[in-house]
């Protein structure tokens, strides 16, 4: 009897490797970017489970080409890349990676905000290009982090963690989110705003939702003209639940102060995107969840999520239609 197939969207750690040819034929897409189209589509039709990436779009037509699949495993904690519903309707078991990323998103999240307040990166590029000819008082000065207001939308995991190393920093903790949890107002000093009165009262406003329908473009024109002139924007959540455009002409016209961004509605960015051309914004390359450990355990979770999937039909990781 054949062993059920498995296809591989990226090379990962060996030992996420092995725990699936233990069980499972593998094969994998061995190139440094993401798999083909054409590629990808070709293996669905042959396989038992998937093991993906954020940048594998896993969408209904892909499905409706996929007699034999069991299980979706996804390397990541957003699933904003599968079509969800349309798997549950073939009875398709999608899984991701919650929780072991959320205290490195969180390292990279107050990292980024800390760059772009103090223009860590600025002045980084400042001495480098020989641009520092003396010392001057306000010469590259930013904004204060300690005992500055945050306001954090989306208080899921990452949120948490980002608002408990907030209070390292003595911040005023805002929180916006679908459900309020007094449990953390409680332990961390949280306090509950809506949207608006978040954005109205926060120097710093960390977007860490994930992307839905009713996340889409959920900052745009009217919510930076709602922030301070003096407000630092960061987000690290998907680019998409940004208005772009807004953001940039909020940046040039001096709505806010400053933006750093991990996550663009279009990755890789353009270079030629008008955001790169901007002193006032520090932009990553989607890093978030990049450490070693991180991406090592979390290879390893995807493995074990669509192995639990395809032979025991269950997994403790799996995503449900909202």
């Not at 299980?71 to 398709?92: F, R």
């Not at 982090?145 to 003595?170: L, N, Q």
Request: charged content about 25%; overall charge negative; hydrophobic content about 40%.
């Amino acid at each position: 009897m054949s062993k059920p197939y498995v296809f591989m969207s990226r090379a990962v750690p060996e030992e996420a490797v092995h725990i699936l040819k233990e069980s499972f034929e593998v094969s994998i897409w061995e190139e440094d970017c993401p798999v083909t189209r054409e590629r990808l589509l070709q293996e669905a039709k042959k396989a038992d489970g998937l093991y993906v990436m954020m940048t594998d779009r896993i969408d209904r037509e892909l499905l409706n080409q996929a007699p034999n699949l069991k299980g979706i495993s996804n390397m990541a904690v957003g699933y904003d890349n599968i079509d969800v519903a349309a798997a549950n309707e073939k009875g398709i078991i999608v899984t991701n990676t919650p929780g072991i990323l959320s205290d490195t998103t969180a390292d990279l999240t107050f990292g980024l905000l800390m760059d772009t307040a103090r223009r860590l990166s600025e002045a980084n590029r400042y001495l480098l290009e020989g641009k520092w000819e003396m010392w001057s008082p306000m010469m590259l000065a930013g904004q204060d982090i300690y005992g500055a207001t945050i306001g954090i939308i989306g208080m899921g995991r990452i949120g948490e963690a980002v608002a408990k190393r907030a209070t390292g920093f003595d911040m005023n903790i805002l929180y916006h989110n679908r459900n309020r949890k007094p449990e953390l107002e409680d332990k961390l000093g949280a306090v509950y705003r809506t949207l608006d009165d978040l954005l109205k009262e926060s120097d710093f406003v960390v977007l860490l939702t994930p992307l839905t329908p009713e996340t889409e473009n959920l900052i745009g024109k009217r919510e930076f003209k709602l922030m301070k002139s003096s407000a630092v924007f960061i987000n690290v959540s998907r680019g998409a639940t940004v208005d772009e455009e807004a953001l940039y002409q909020a940046l040039v016209n001096g709505e806010i102060w400053a933006a750093g961004l991990d996550v663009f509605r279009q990755e890789p960015i353009p270079m030629d995107h008008p955001l790169l051309t901007l002193d006032n914004v520090v932009a990553y390359p989607h890093i978030g969840s990049a450490s070693i450990k991180t991406r090592r355990n979390m290879a390893i979770l995807a493995a074990e999520n669509l192995r639990d999937v395809i032979l025991k039909g269950k997994s403790p990781n799996i995503v449900h239609v909202k």
